[in-house]
């Protein structure tokens, strides 16, 4: 198991890159994040020539990294909210046409977050929870 300081690793979006610490070249990684920096499954360094394989943990690394720019906290306090409605809905999926402002916006960090996704319903563009229950 590695840290990577927080300079050595970065986001954009949803992707996460990291320094690889044996060839020092940047590497975008596809794995997941946990609450607290883990990275699993471990990372294989992808550059040739460099044999780098090991478990690694972003230091510095929250919930809120992975969100771009800064929300506000009208917006952060509605993430909940709207997580539940999915999460409650009865079809597995909801439509946006009631929804306030604040509530889109907070729609919008949990599509970037990857936690929820848009598909094309029968009635129209939707929205459900990744891995929701079902
Ligand atoms: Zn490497």
Redesign the pocket.
């Known amino acids: 198991m590695i840290t990577l300081a927080k300079d050595q690793w970065s986001t954009f979006g949803r992707v996460v890159f990291i320094r ?1 610490p ?2 020092k ?1 940047k ?1 975008r990684i596809d794995h997941s994040v946990d609450d607290f920096g883990n990275i699993s499954p471990s990372v294989v ?1 992808p ?1 040739e020539g ?1 044999d ?1 394989h090991d478990y690694v943990r972003l230091e510095g690394w929250t919930q809120r990294t992975k969100n771009v720019g800064k929300i506000p906290g009208d917006v952060l306090a509605k993430i909940p909210k709207v997580k539940e409605r999915l999460a409650a809905s009865a079809s597995g999926f909801v439509r946006v046409m009631k929804f306030s402002v604040p509530d889109r916006a907070a729609l919008a960090v949990l599509i970037e977050n990857g936690e929820v996704e848009i598909f094309d319903s029968a009635l129209g563009r939707a929205y459900r929870l990744v891995g929701g229950r079902s």
């Open positions: 690889c044996e060839c070249e590497a360094c550059f460099c780098f």
